[in-house]
């Protein structure tokens, strides 16, 4: 049986709906991508900044709290003072991080890049996204095949898309997941 690779990454960076004090309603906020680093005496602080897009009020996503500066890889400390948009992106799509701080984390439109399946034949694919991702596998085949829910859910029935491990209508990508498909 072949393999496909699909890559899941997301077309944006995920928004956090947050109670903003300035507008004084639930706000979408935006990922400024912008690091605050804070050091008082031997321990720092680190903050992802987020941005109210109405009013540009901001909220700070804590990052890593009272470690000692030592503790922190150079490279890593690097990026923060630097604002680096690979560092701020992979702490942006932390789904742990953001639960840890009781943030409400808003998925952005995923993008699927792979090759479709050839009708016809059983294939096995592999689904990869860049990270642990709260998304149900079976809306990510839907948006991969373009089918409707319908479709998806005759050919599920049919037998002829099964998941490795688990229901392909209940389970969540997380950080991958091994589906055997026959269009």
Not at 58 to 79: E, H
């Amino acid at each position: 049986m072949d393999e496909i690779i699909w890559n899941i990454d997301c077309a944006t960076l995920p928004t956090v709906t947050r109670h903003c004090k300035k507008c004084g309603k639930l706000r979408a906020f935006e990922c400024s991508g912008c690091f605050r680093v804070n050091a008082q005496k031997r321990l720092m602080d680190v903050w992802l900044i987020y941005k109210c897009p109405e009013c540009d009020d901001t909220w700070n996503l804590p990052v890593l709290s009272r470690v000692s500066p030592q503790a922190v890889p150079a490279a890593l400390l690097a990026g923060f003072h630097r604002n680096d948009a690979a560092l701020a992106r992979r702490y942006a799509l932390d789904g742990e991080l953001m639960r840890r701080s009781g943030a409400a984390l808003d998925m952005p439109e995923l993008r699927v890049t792979g090759v479709t399946p050839p009708a016809g034949q059983r294939v096995t694919m592999a689904l990869t996204p860049e990270c642990a991702l709260p998304v149900r596998v079976a809306a990510v085949l839907r948006m991969g095949l373009r089918l409707s829910r319908s479709e998806f859910e005759r050919l599920v029935a049919d037998g002829r898309i099964r998941a490795h491990g688990g229901d392909v209508l209940r389970m969540k990508l997380g950080s991958g997941a091994r589906v055997d498909v026959e269009l």
